[in-house]
C-alpha cells in the first residue's frame, strides 16, 4: 500500500514539477536539408501566391442586398392578313411591373372571339368512332374540356365543354410575328448595399447622367457601363440567333456582377454585365428537345352583347431574368492574423518530414534517433552542463 502511495505521489510531482522541451539537433546533411528547404520554400509560395494574393485572406468578405427594377421601350408592329397593328411594351412584356424576372413577346398564335359551350376537339386529338369512346364528365391531360359524352361525326373527336372555338396551335408562324422586338431596349437599374461595410451603390455611377442615358447603348467596350441594352444585342452577346430564338422562345440571363475592393476609393465599385444564353437553342442535340423554347397563354377577356368572350394569345418570347451577383472585400486584421498563423503552422510539415527521413530512411538512421531522443534527470546534474544543443555532422 505504501509503494502504491509513493508512485501516486511520484507521479503526481513529477507532472507538476517537471518540464519538456524540445531538443535541437544541427544535423549536417545535404539532402535532408535541400528536402527542408524545398518544402519551406512550396509552403511561403502557397501562404503568399494562393492564401494572400489569389484567395485575399487578409480581407474580411460581405455580400449585397439587391434591388432590381426594368423599363422596355420600344414599338412593334405586324401585318397579318392584310390587319395592320402596332403593339407598344403594355402589348408585349410581361408582366409589365418592371419586375427582375419578365417576358418579351416575339411571336403568338391567338384564337379570337372564343366564349363558354360545346365544341368538338381538333382533328387528330381523343378521335372517336361512338359516343361510348368519350366517356361523359371526363378529362383528359391534353385536352381542352369537359367531354360531354357525343362524339362528333365530321372531325371524328370527342365534345368538350370548353372556350370555343378550341385553339389549333399546330402551326407556328415563321418567320416571328414580332420581329420588330429586336429593335426593343431595356433600361435597368440595380442598387445594392453591402450591409457589413456600410456601402451603398447604384448602376448609375459616376459619370452617368441623364444627358449620357438619353444618348448611350451598352457595348462591352464602348460603353460598359451603360444602363440600356438592345434586343438584339442581349441575344447575340448570349450567343442564339434572334429569330431562332423569336419562333419558339426561350431564356436568356444578364448577370450584374459586382465584386469591389474597398481598400480603394469607393467609386471604383463598378457594374460587370455578362449575358448567357439559358434556354431556347432549337439545335440543341440533347432530350431538351422534347421541350424546345418558351411559352404560356394569355387571355383579354371582354363583354360582346351581354356575352362573355376572350382572345387568347398563346405567347412565344424571350424570358429574361436579371441575376445579381456580389462580393465586397476590406482589409482586417483578424482573417489577416488568422491566415498568417495557418501559414506558420504550415511549416512544421517541413520538420515532420526530415524527422521521418532521418529516423526511419537514412542508413545511420539508429544513431539520429539515438541524438535526437535522451532522457536526463536534472537532480544533482552539474551547471555547466545545462547547455543541451547537441551539433552532430553526418556523412554525406
Not at 153 to 174: F, Q, R
Not at 221 to 248: H, Q, R, W, Y
Not at 274 to 301: C, I, M, Q, W
Request: aromatic share 12%; charged share 20%.
Amino acid at each position: 500500500m505504501e509503494k502504491m502511495r509513493n508512485k501516486i505521489t511520484n507521479a503526481i510531482s513529477d507532472f507538476f514539477f517537471e518540464y519538456e522541451t524540445p531538443r535541437q539537433v544541427l544535423v549536417r546533411n545535404r539532402r535532408v536539408g535541400v528536402v527542408c528547404r524545398l518544402i519551406q520554400l512550396g509552403v511561403l509560395a502557397y501562404i503568399i501566391g494562393w492564401v494572400f494574393i489569389y484567395e485575399k485572406g487578409y480581407q474580411s468578405t460581405d455580400t449585397a442586398v439587391s434591388s432590381v427594377f426594368t423599363k422596355m421601350k420600344g414599338v412593334g408592329y405586324t401585318n397579318e392578313d392584310g390587319v395592320e397593328k402596332v403593339w407598344d411594351v403594355a402589348d408585349y412584356v410581361f408582366p409589365p411591373q418592371g419586375d427582375a424576372s419578365f417576358v418579351v413577346m416575339t411571336n403568338y398564335i391567338i384564337t379570337e372571339g372564343q366564349s363558354l359551350g360545346k365544341c368538338p376537339e381538333l382533328p387528330g386529338k381523343h378521335n372517336c368512332t361512338s359516343n361510348g369512346d368519350c366517356e361523359r364528365g371526363n378529362y383528359k391531360r391534353t385536352g381542352h374540356g369537359k367531354m360531354t359524352g357525343i362524339c362528333n361525326n365530321v372531325t371524328n373527336t370527342c365534345e368538350v365543354m370548353t372556350w370555343c372555338p378550341v385553339e389549333n396551335d399546330t402551326h407556328i408562324p415563321d418567320p416571328p410575328l414580332l420581329m420588330s422586338a429586336e429593335n426593343t431596349t431595356l433600361f435597368i437599374k440595380n442598387s445594392v448595399t453591402f450591409p457589413v461595410f456600410g456601402v451603398s451603390r447604384s448602376n448609375l455611377v459616376e459619370g452617368i447622367d441623364v444627358e449620357y442615358i438619353n444618348s448611350c447603348l451598352y457595348h462591352p467596350e464602348k460603353a460598359p457601363l451603360c444602363p440600356i441594352f438592345n434586343m438584339g444585342d442581349i441575344v447575340k452577346l448570349s450567343g442564339f440567333n434572334f429569330e431562332t430564338i423569336a419562333k419558339v422562345g426561350g431564356a436568356i440571363g444578364i448577370v450584374v456582377d459586382w465584386t469591389c475592393n474597398f481598400d480603394l476609393a469607393v467609386q471604383h465599385c463598378k457594374p460587370q454585365y455578362t449575358f448567357h444564353g439559358l434556354y431556347g437553342n432549337p439545335n440543341e442535340t440533347d432530350k431538351a428537345r422534347a421541350s424546345v423554347g418558351y411559352n404560356f397563354r394569355y387571355a383579354r377577356h371582354y363583354f360582346e352583347d351581354k356575352v362573355q368572350k376572350r382572345t387568347l394569345l398563346k405567347v412565344f418570347g424571350i424570358r429574361i431574368d436579371i441575376i445579381v451577383q456580389s462580393l465586397g472585400r476590406k482589409f482586417d486584421i483578424i482573417p489577416t492574423l488568422t491566415a498568417i498563423g495557418s501559414g506558420v503552422g504550415i511549416f512544421g510539415v517541413a520538420t515532420v518530414v526530415c524527422d521521418l527521413v532521418l529516423l526511419y530512411l537514412l542508413p545511420k538512421r539508429a544513431f539520429y534517433k539515438n541524438m535526437k531522443f535522451k532522457y536526463t534527470d536534472t537532480q544533482g546534474q552539474d551547471p555547466e552542463l545545462e547547455d543541451c544543443s547537441i551539433e552532430t555532422e553526418a556523412p554525406q
